[in-house]
């Protein structure tokens, strides 16, 4: 290959189209089962082909809950649509990796019937903190989670001959001036919890892509670090695939290329045009282009257009259905279920309140949008189930809706918008009365959405807005009286606040973003067809500053003063507002329930709590010494009157002493099947010395001390329901490279 034509391979060729220029300037040679998805709204990007040295080109689209593909083609008649599968919050709440996988493998017959090469998914960074406007696509709080979680949907997608790109590497958990946010975190955090998801998923799925993030990581940009790139990712790790940039504005491309970024995505002329100069003047030794180019063709074999797959435009969007449709029954988490409230008994008519009951929201905004051919509401759910739906509360919600649709007719959820949520509906306490003589039962739905570019606002958003607690407490209050029950349903797209007001209502169903099937699918759940077995994947804290990363989450408070004299270097901001150039995370290894266990600070739920149906009894816990480590047992009983799952969490406390450690941390979970009730199973956890490991910065080494280890069987992080005690007879070492420091130790850089 020519200078000239290495380069070009290593910029990818949507120049002008996603920058928003011309687009006869972008891809001038993709085939026809490419050229369909180069429309600014549709495709995740693509690389140059080069026919006479028969190098085909990389077909890339979006994203983490289905294809994000346009719906029409210029050459084509008809309307193409994609399976909207749940948000990656709500798969992470299925705690079941087999459905992952077979998620991961319908999206990846998804893509090959549509052409796609590579999905830009998973995504998995940490849940930092609940107000990250994309935390609906990440998995977790919790690393293990994320990291089990995003290697089974790999697997999955990679089963069918399509790539992945596991993103955002690294540490990209916030929107905020994401471009230019500089993380400043100390080495053990980075380690232990913002790289831990992606070395497991790289480890165990061998992703073909990784996407290198927008932010710095202690003032370097990820997408220019050796370090990241190159020391940890591929030396330490074992990577051998490609890393390609998020969809950045131009950087320094041979410092990225150097760095082991191998792919400039969206791509510009310019970047080709830089990679030539700058090895011709030795600035950049060619050597490395060279590491680079050798990556993508090992890459571009592997890809169903090099290996001449054929697009059939017709995916088996059926089957793909009730594969979305399963995962998203395991993926509701039942909050609260005072005096059997649900399932619903002996229930003819439903009074159905909150605007999102007649229209779900499926999934969140931005890239992590998919164009689904429908939405099943709440409304359809319950109707097809065979339930009478009071029509006067249907009419009017109904005629809200369309007033708010006309209001918005012109306004496209976009990469930088978020759908605005329509306003609820002002029932007056006197309309809560009248109706509650009419239905059997209340159900009132809640809905959040957020999406790319924006985090989420506390008051109006995590908290609720008055009209939303005043439609709880007088539905509750009127329904009540009557001797009646009261649902909510959570339609939400992250943490928001419950403790305020939860005492009310007879049961909370926290149904996430479900995809095109959440109004079944909840209707399900309500009826009793579908056992919730979810659980949460994050904790719900009493309020929004008990997390101790909001003291360093950019964002404009203009209010409580007294939040000043805590805060840290970061933060007083307005969001979007450029010069939040970087955040400081003065929380460390104590992100969600590390630090909530830890420190014994009271929350509304626990991370990995999650009702339901039936109960379970865990019985016969033990553990055993393997040749590389640890096999954990538990036995789980169905106790009660249904059929259901449950998910055992495995949380570990280390001996004191040596490192500081968080009171516990999860190292494994297991799912069982569908226990009848009285039947039992017993799940086997396996955890290997290294996953017992905390990182030493001193000694630049994962460590496991030696001592005796708690191993805590758990139905949620603070109900533990048996234990069983091992020892690691002597220090275990495993040495990695030095790097990635911050200039500066963290605790020199905080004012607390
Ligand atoms: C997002 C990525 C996405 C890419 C391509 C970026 O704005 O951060 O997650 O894959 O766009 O659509």
Redesign the pocket.
Known sequence: MTLEEKATLLVGSNQGVLAGGDPSEAVYDLPSTARIYDNKMSV??STYGFPHLGITNIVMA??PAGLRLATTRPDKAGEFYCTAYPVGTALASTWNTDLLHSIGTAMGEEAEAYGVDVI?AP?LNLHRNPLCGRNFEYYSEDPLVSGKMAAAMVDGIQSRGVGTSI??FAANSQETNRKDNDVILSQRALRELYLKGFEITVRESHPWTV?SSYNRINGIWTQEDPALLTTILRDEWGFDGIVLT??TARRNTAAEVSAGNDLMMPGHKSQIREIVEKVRSGELPEADVDKCVRRMLEVIVRTGTFRGRRATDAPDLQAHKSVSRQAAGEGMVLLKNEGGALPLKGVDQIDLYGNTSYKFIAGGT??GQVNAAYVRSLKDGLHDAGFRLNAYLENLYGRHLDLHEARYAGFRAS?VNTRPIAAELELSRSDAFQHAAEGDVAIITIGRNAG?SRDRKIPDDFNLTAAETDLIRNVCDAYHVAGKKVIVILNISGVIETASWKAWPDAILLAWQLGQEGGDVVADALTGDVNPSGKLPMTFPMQYFDHPSSYNFPYDFNGPPSFGSTMSVTGRVEPLVKDVDFTLYEEGIYVGYRYFSSFGKEVSYPFGYGLSYTDFAYSKATVRKTADGFVASVTVTNTGRVAGKETVQLYVSAPAGGLEKPDRELRAFAKTALLQPGQSETLTLPVDAYTLASFNEASSAWETAPGTYRFLFGASVEDIRCSADTRVPKLLKWPVHDVMAPVQPIHELTRR
């Open positions: 995740g990007g979006d994203g830009l995504a993103k955002h996407m998020d969809c931005g890239s990469m790319e």
